[in-house]
């Protein structure tokens, strides 16, 4: 059991406001996954040619105080990637001009302890161990501006609890994925990927379900086809709760027994597992509200 959050301001003046809007919503969730908890916040993209990658040190002694200035000190000095951090304790955004295989294989050479969180020009993920206050707290979530943003709070059911397993799991760029329930092929599609050069970093079975999505994206599927053809490949129970630089999209298994409510204003679009997370939001009194329908692909735009 496990808790999934999303929110799209539509009112430009509520973009400051997002992740005030946000932290309630998490906090619901506690008691659906009180181990650990993420969040992906999107961004506007960055200029030109500049990409950022989300870096977490937190599997290092001190982390929370980890030097993030010495290492884009270091990059600069061997890539000349003219590159920038912005750290919040553990995890750090790191801004570059590059080629973003190279930036992220010269920060595993750099420290093989830090671990690379998501990779594009607006997204940015921090996820981490504790309840959701204490790691909403921790990053400060409550400050995060933005159009959208994809949360989880986690109840472990089939890996361990660490933070490279806590969602949202990314793949390719500007590409995120939260899950609610239990998929039963992860095996069977790690296998299926080998062949097209697709690695995994964790045994966690929402991460088959994200590097298959984002593969079929990479074919030239809209985030609509690929979703559809999910449908005939994973197998399990499941809502999932997907973001890109300008979508929210949100799909249920066809048994569709992992709950999912949404709530539509002419201000928002807002998604939880259970109705008591959106509560707090404004005008939720006059909101569309509805359970999502099994396999019917919603996707709402940024």
């Not at 993209?45 to 270091?74: C, M, N, T």
């Not at 760029?173 to 899950?179: A, K, N, Q, R």
């Not at 329930?181 to 966690?204: C, E, K, V």
């Not at 053809?229 to 630089?245: E, N, R, S």
């Amino acid at each position: 059991m496990c808790g999934i959050v999303g929110l799209l301001v539509k009112t430009p003046a509520l973009r400051e406001q997002l992740g005030q809007l946000m932290v309630p919503m998490m906090i619901g969730m506690t008691e659906r996954g009180p181990d650990s908890a993420g969040l992906a916040v999107f961004t506007p993209p960055l200029a030109g040619a500049r990409k950022k990658i989300s870096v977490f040190a937190g599997d290092i002694d001190g982390g929370e105080h980890y030097d993030w200035q010495a290492l884009v000190d270091a990059l600069n000095h061997d890539r000349a990637a003219s590159a920038s951090a912005t750290g919040r304790g553990r995890h750090a955004s790191v801004a570059f001009e590059a080629d973003p295989e190279i930036i992220g294989n010269w920060i595993k050479g750099y420290q093989p302890l830090l671990k690379l969180f998501c990779v594009g020009k607006s997204i940015d993920v921090y996820k981490d161990i504790g309840t959701p206050a204490q790691v909403a707290s921790r990053y400060g979530f409550a400050h995060f501006k933005g159009s959208h943003l994809v949360g989880h709070t986690r109840m472990a059911t089939e890996s361990a609890v660490t933070p490279d397993r806590a969602h949202p799991f990314t793949a390719g760029e500007d590409f995120c994925l939260v899950h609610n329930g239990s998929l039963s092929n992860p095996n069977g599609i790690r296998r299926m990927l080998a062949p097209h050069g697709i690695a995994f970093d964790t045994d966690n079975d929402t991460e088959a379900a994200t590097r298959f999505l984002q593969w079929r994206l990479r074919e030239g599927d809209t985030l609509e086809d690929a979703l559809r053809k999910g449908l005939a490949v994973l197998d399990g129970f499941y809502t999932f709760l997907m973001g890109t630089p300008t979508e929210l999209a949100l799909i249920r298994d066809p048994f569709a027994c992992k709950p999912a409510v949404v709530a539509e204003t002419d201000d928002y679009v807002a998604i939880a597992s259970e109705f008591r997370s959106l509560a707090h939001l404004p005008g939720i009194g006059q909101a569309h509200v509805f359970e999502p329908a099994p396999e019917e692909m919603y996707v709402w735009k940024a």
